[in-house]
């Protein structure tokens, strides 16, 4: 048996609801995890929810209700908008989940027992207003606490501390000898330079004095785990680790390792450095590393989003507004995977209208509305055509060109690539109804072949780009296949030519893409 494709995405915090940013990341994962079902193996997608922490207990304490109160109101809302977008997860990771507290007790009882970790004290410099020591990141350009920072004093405390350091030459050969760990590429050397600057141990507790929103220590009362430990462990407390055994449980290795699909700004050192070598120091080997996916930020008008700027977008809005597979569509198609692009509605609505209304959409209503008219929906696939050897060989050579873009339409990671051929493949088909013009056709019975030629070619290019864009617009594709009645289980080996059987009835054209009104400038 084949190994499932297991794919993660990043555990939203709940301090806020979603924005375009989760949206973009789950839509993303979906994408792959569909491809890959597309393709016929079989997938675990694990997504979730990151619920503890500071600034969690911060944002409840300003609302005055619970913290359990206040994320289970916001998970609520994580979980409408997956089920708005269709996002097709198998598995709900959330931090309050007592399996994966439970976890997570037993991979730090395991770290102390084996000495990877160890109680120290520590001085620096907090901020008593935020409740958060401070690093020389948080300095200004005058090298000073700004006054955000309200009053800032010097403290010594007493904290777990996880051995980080003693892994880093074992980080750094791993990272060197696996190419692939990391897509895109470039980011590689990024993280290469991080670790290489890498000195210290990592602080995982806090002291309850401070923070009680966490999960507890089991062997020492007075402290909870820093929200990032407790987070990353969610990608294997949900798919069946047991901390406790020391061989690992033939399920959960059957699954691991994932793919995991991380934003740029928690590869370093959240997803490149803590958590391999938190697996490592589990006993975890090298092939049991998990590869990153880490793509990039959606910025408005070139600035980064923010609550205090006020520019956050909305997804559950715009999917209001304007369907969800509107919106899923603009996310696939108007970014490169790993680069950053700027969200803007109005590119929403203009590729949404230029493609897919005006070219696929458009498309399908004409084909089939030429199939009802000229035949009665009735195809006769006709590979000869009497009379006409040079529309034989247009027709051929549509074909070879089509048959291109639907081959290149499956890079790795691409999927704005992918889209863009699928696209192509509508564009040729609307150019061969306007080169060979089937309304002339049929008003000549000697050409009766031809059109019966190209009505066929027109409803099986339509077929192949539907399954092709089904990961994508997993609606638009079952109501295209609805549409031209080929209503059989489907895999990516269908998109290819000649599935619609000689004789197939399509049905009538119902609008698949209405255009959707610009907004006015
Ligand atoms: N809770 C942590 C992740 C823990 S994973 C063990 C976290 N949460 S987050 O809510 O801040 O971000 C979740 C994901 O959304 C991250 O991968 C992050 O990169 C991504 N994005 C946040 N803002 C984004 C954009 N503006 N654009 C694209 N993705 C963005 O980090």
Redesign the pocket.
């Known amino acids: 048996m084949s190994k499932p494709f297991f794919i993660t995405t ?4 709940t301090n806020g609801a979603p ?4 949206a ?2 789950k839509v993303l994962a979906d994408v792959i995890a569909r491809y890959h079902r597309l393709k016929g193996g079989e997938v675990f997608f694990l997504t979730g929810v ?1 619920q503890h922490g500071q600034k969690v207990q911060q944002s409840a304490e300003k609302q005055g209700v619970a913290p359990q109160q206040f994320v289970d109101d916001i998970t609520k809302k994580f979980i409408a908008l997956w089920q708005k977008l269709d996002i097709s997860y198998d598995r709900w990771a959330a931090t309050t989940d007592p399996l994966h507290k439970t976890c997570v007790q037993e991979i730090l009882q395991r770290l102390f027992d084996e000495g990877q970790l160890y109680k120290a004290k520590q001085g620096g410099y907090y901020s008593v207003r935020q409740e958060q020591f401070l690093t020389d990141k948080e300095r200004n350009a005058e090298g000073e606490f700004g006054p955000e920072w309200g009053e800032v004093e010097f403290r010594e405390e007493e904290n777990y501390y996880f051995k980080l350091a003693e892994h880093k030459d074992w980080l750094l050969a791993f990272i060197d000898s696996h190419e692939n760990y990391i897509t895109p590429a470039f980011r590689r050397s990024e993280l290469r330079n991080a670790v290489d600057r890498l000195a210290g141990d990592l602080c995982i507790s806090r002291p309850k004095s401070r923070l009680t929103w966490g999960i507890g220590f089991p062997f020492d009362p007075g402290f909870v785990t820093y929200v990032w430990f407790d ?2 462990v ?1 990608y294997i407390s949900f798919a069946g680790y047991d901390p406790k055994s020391k061989t690992q449980d033939p399920k959960f290795t059957a699954l691991w390792p994932a793919l995991h699909v ?5 590869m370093i050192p ?1 997803h490149g450095v803590y958590w391999p070598i938190m697996l490592k120091a589990l006993g975890f080997t090298d092939e049991q590393i998990p590869p990153l996916l880490v ?1 990039g ?2 910025n408005i008008a070139g600035e980064k ?1 923010s609550k205090s700027t006020g520019n956050i977008v909305d997804p559950d809005a715009l999917a209001d507004k304007y369907g969800n597979e509107a919106l899923r569509y603009y996310l696939m198609s108007d970014i490169a995977t790993g680069k950053d692009a700027d969200f803007s509605e109005e590119r929403l609505v203009q590729r949404y209208n230029t493609d897919l209304a005006n070219s696929l959409g458009n498309l399908l209503n004409r084909t089939l509305n030429m199939a009802q008219r000229y035949r009665s929906g009735k195809l006769a696939p006709k590979t000869e055509v009497a009379g006409a050897p040079d529309f034989a060989s247009t027709l051929a050579a549509y074909r070879a060109q089509f048959e291109g873009t639907v081959s290149n339409s499956a890079p790795a990671y691409s999927i704005h690539l992918a889209l863009g051929e699928a696209m192509s493949s509508a564009s040729l088909c609307n150019q061969l109804i306007e080169s060979v013009a089937p309304w002339k056709l049929a008003k000549d019975p000697a050409q009766a072949d031809l059109l019966d030629a190209v009505l066929y070619t027109l409803a099986e290019s339509l077929r192949i780009i539907a399954i092709l864009i089904s990961p994508v617009l997993p609606k638009a594709a079952q109501n295209i296949f609805a549409q031209l009645n080929w209503d059989k289980p489907f895999s990516l080996a269908d998109a290819t030519w000649g599935g619609l059987p000689d004789g197939h009835t399509v049905g009538s054209p119902t609008p698949l893409f209405p255009r959707i009104e610009e907004p006015k400038a």
């Open positions: 990043a555990i939203d915090y924005h375009i940013g989760h973009y990341e990151d987070a990353l969610n991380i934003g740029k700004d928690i959240a793509h930020w959606w989003m």
